[in-house]
């Protein structure tokens, strides 16, 4: 446990090379190179230190073939990613992000499920749809961490690493 904590610390603290107007790790995507390496371990714990400060964590499970997170927090994987397209309010003005969010049970913490498994969640992943859902999600939530399919097994952990301030690989 103090390992996660010491990892928050170095997210928030650590050196970095940004420039002077770019944001800090409020997007984090963790991956790693083969299924099984705890990747999910970590994106859940991160996530619970990252709401004992306070703040508001938004976990999605960007693994849209054989994601678990939903397991962990004990919840069904539907109504994720994969089975809702952002959408608009009544006025068709804003995305009703509301229609697949999940309340985990513990405070701060909010979770996407990967939805119905997919055979093709790149290009789901590709383009102004997904561009839009992660712009409006930056505004709701203070930290957003994404659980990312194995690199190696799939393209979608570089899609998804397009809207990730830091990257995460599991070893």
């Known amino acids: ?4 904590k010491n990892l928050r610390t170095n997210l928030l603290f ?3 090379t940004k420039t002077a107007d770019e944001k800090s790790a409020q997007t984090i995507l963790i991956t790693g190179e083969s299924p099984g ?3 999910s371990f ?4 991160l996530s619970e230190v990252f709401a004992q400060l306070d703040k508001k964590v938004l976990i999605i499970d960007g693994d849209m073939r054989l994601g678990e997170l939903h397991k962990m927090f004990g919840m069904s994987p539907d109504s994720g990613l994969t089975d ?3 959408r608009l309010d009544s006025d068709m003005t804003k995305l009703n992000l509301e ?6 049970g513990m405070e701060h913490i909010d979770l996407i499920s990967r939805g119905r498994p997919s055979h093709n969640p790149t290009s789901l992943l590709i383009g102004e749809r997904f561009n839009h859902l992660m712009a409006a999600l930056k505004t709701k939530y203070d930290y957003i961490v994404i659980d990312a399919p194995p690199i190696l097994a799939a393209s979608d952990a570089m899609v998804l690493a397009q809207h990730a301030d ?4 599991v070893t």
């Open 1 to 4: 446990y103090e390992a996660i």
């Open 14 to 16: 650590g050196k970095t």
């Open 37 to 39: 390496v705890g990747k």
């Open 42 to 45: 970590i994106t859940a714990n």
């Open 84 to 86: 809702n397209e952002p």
């Open 99 to 104: 229609s697949f969010i999940q309340p985990t």
């Open 166 to 169: 830091k990257v995460l690989i």
